[in-house]
């Protein structure tokens, strides 16, 4: 990484939706003790995104503040307060960056889902899976889910940068803190926030030659009745499957009388299967694609 090129300014946010509490209070910690997060090549910045709808320990107060940077689709009311919050932070960022907004950005997570350390992406910028691979070298379990869509601009916080990515942590139950996973999180940034060091400082890299990535393919939704509520649940046996390959007739779904509905499309490997979030999105798990990505050359294209 050449000189002109080197990180300066890195965010690490929490709190992006209020009642996920392991990015909220990590974020709330590192205002007042930012000593974990400091490297000495770049700034670190930290950002407690929603506290209004953390008050409340709501995922948000009007509309999802994670959808709502520069998003492609229909805003809705303008006034809402997470369209005003994602104002007021693009313009805190610039003045914290001297008018830029920040070369890389984290954006922590929890998922009711049995997502394990998983990592989601919106491109496939060298320094993204780059920084995947390496994170596979000190957490063997890391998985990274791309959600890539060229025509849609979803208005994720983490969009502001094309270096960096949400950071998803589960199973976490809402508005609850789970000590095991609060720390593996603040490990994952810690890890990232190395990797960011060692290239500024032009150490050698060691990652594997490929890695793993779930590519987006589209969304499933629960069988649902005439006044739109589910009429079925996620199966026992398919809850908790996420990056499994799912096959035709393997069971997906329950109706309350116990009839199995089985799957009959594409194989493909389900992510934020029964995500509590979702139910309002018409979604009850994402499929994807599995493929495997070289890492050779990647450092050389940063």
């Known amino acids: 990484m050449n000189q002109k090129n080197k990180v300066r300014n890195v965010l690490v946010s929490g709190g992006t939706h209020g009642n996920e509490y392991t990015g909220a209070f990590l974020a709330r910690h590192w205002l007042k003790d930012p000593s974990d997060i400091q490297r000495p090549s770049f700034n670190t910045h930290t950002l407690f995104a929603n506290?209004?709808?953390?008050?409340?320990?709501r995922r948000y107060v009007d509309r999802d503040l994670n959808r709502s940077f520069n998003p492609s689709g229909p805003l809705g009311d303008g006034q809402a307060l997470e369209l005003k919050r994602a104002r007021e932070i693009e313009k805190e960022l610039r003045v914290k960056c001297h008018g830029e907004l920040p070369d890389v950005i984290f954006d922590l997570h929890t998922?009711?889902?049995?997502?394990?350390?998983?990592?989601?992406?919106?491109?496939?910028?060298?320094?993204?899976?780059?920084?995947y691979a390496y994170l596979r070298t000190l957490f063997p379990d890391v998985r990274a889910y791309l959600w890539e869509e060229p025509s849609l601009r979803p208005g994720f916080l983490n969009s502001l940068s094309a270096q960096g990515f949400a950071?998803?942590?589960?199973?976490?139950?809402?508005?609850?803190?789970?000590?095991?996973?609060v720390f593996k999180t603040s490990a994952l940034v810690g890890g990232c926030l190395d990797f960011i060091e060692k290239l500024n400082s032009e150490e050698e890299i060691a990652v594997d030659e490929?890695?793993?990535l779930f590519c987006f393919k589209g969304h499933a939704d629960y069988p649902r009745d005439a006044d739109g509520l589910?009429?079925?649940m996620i199966h026992p046996s398919f809850q908790g499957s996420?990056?499994?390959?799912?096959?035709?007739?393997?069971?997906?779904?329950?109706?309350?009388?116990?009839?199995?509905?089985?799957?009959?499309?594409?194989?493909?490997?389900?992510?934020?299967i029964n995500e509590a979030a979702y139910y309002e999105k018409g979604i009850a798990f994402t499929l994807t694609d599995c493929i495997e990505v070289p890492c050779c050359g990647l450092r050389e294209r940063l």
């Not at 998922?111 to 992406?121: E, F, I, P, R």
């Not at 109706?255 to 199995?260: C, I, P, T, V």
């Open 51 to 57: 506290p209004d709808a953390f008050a409340v320990c």
């Open 111 to 131: 998922t009711t889902a049995q997502m394990g350390l998983s990592l989601v992406l919106t491109n496939r910028e060298p320094f993204n899976i780059l920084l």
């Open 167 to 181: 950071i998803e942590v589960g199973p976490v139950a809402n508005g609850v803190l789970h000590a095991g996973q």
């Open 210 to 212: 490929t890695v793993p």
């Open 230 to 232: 589910p009429a079925a």
């Open 242 to 272: 996420d990056f499994r390959l799912l096959q035709r007739g393997d069971p997906v779904f329950i109706d309350f009388s116990g009839k199995e509905i089985l799957w009959t499309e594409e194989p493909a490997w389900p992510v934020f």
